[in-house]
């Protein structure tokens, strides 16, 4: 049996491999070639970045409802204003309760008939846990009673999206009225949005000269994402010079 020594190999075995030869270069050239690394870095994360907000919707709001069944007949909203330390209670000017939630951020409206309407999350996962935190408070803040939370309600989800300009393009409103005036709103001196209404989506679109588009009336989140789809198809279209409408 080998021992720890005669297990080592000996130098005549050893295959010595000769050391390598770099290439010397200057510092000029490892300053051009760092710059064009850094500068092929930079375009293709720029590149990576414009693709993911110009040809995909971003959801920044949902609006939702529920009702928090209870033992009481009503909830005392002055109560539960004492114990929130983020909520604000004015019967004189509002009848319900404005509830403030970190995470998830949402914004709750509480009403004495336990309805409420919660807005400012940006998914239905934050919009049930934001209902079950204000759920679990009640009954932290109220003992002996029985509160109970029915299922969420998506009402509207507002979005937003960008669509692919060159920087001295912009979007022919104008003509894009006159295509389809008979599903929009568009009236350039009081407002610069034209709202268009497709028939065949279920969403409702703002959209701006500067390619600025603003996604509404969704009941669900699929919806703004495909709907969103085949709008910004449509509206690449209607791309021209900024000097065309200018001199129009």
């Known amino acids: 049996m080998a021992t720890e020594w005669e297990a ?25 070639n760092s710059q064009k690394v850094s500068c092929a870095h930079n375009l293709f994360a720029d590149i990576l970045e414009s693709s993911e907000h110009m040809n995909t919707a971003q959801v920044h709001n949902l609006v939702g409802t529920s009702r928090i069944q209870s033992s009481l007949e009503t909830i005392d909203l002055p109560a539960v204003s004492n114990l929130l330390p983020n909520s604000l209670c004015d019967k004189q000017k509002f009848a319900a309760i404005t509830i403030r939630l970190r995470e998830p951020t949402c914004t709750v409206l509480l009403f004495t008939s336990g309805k409420m309407l919660l807005t400012g999350c940006k998914s239905l996962l934050d919009c049930i846990l934001a209902s079950k935190i ?19 309600k998506i009402q509207n989800i507002v979005g937003n999206a960008l669509v692919p ?37 279920p969403i409702v679109l703002l959209i701006f000269f500067s390619g600025k588009v603003f996604i509404t ?3 669900n989140i699929p919806d703004v994402y495909y709907g969103w789809n085949e709008m910004r198809k449509l509206l690449r279209t209607y791309n021209v010079q900024a000097t065309l409408t200018t001199n129009k």
């Open 8 to 32: 080592i190999p000996s130098e005549a075995s050893l295959h010595i491999v000769p050391p390598i030869k770099w290439k010397h270069t200057s510092k000029n050239n490892k300053t051009k």
């Open 217 to 219: 009336g969704a009941k």
């Open 165 to 201: 300009l060159l920087a001295d393009e912009v979007l022919d409103l104008n003509r894009f009225y006159t295509d389809f005036n008979i599903f929009c709103t568009y009236q350039p001196n009081m407002f610069p949005g034209l709202i268009y209404r497709p028939t065949n989506l």
């Open 134 to 152: 204000v759920t679990n408070l009640m009954r932290q803040g109220f003992p002996g009673n029985v509160f109970t939370l029915e299922p969420i």
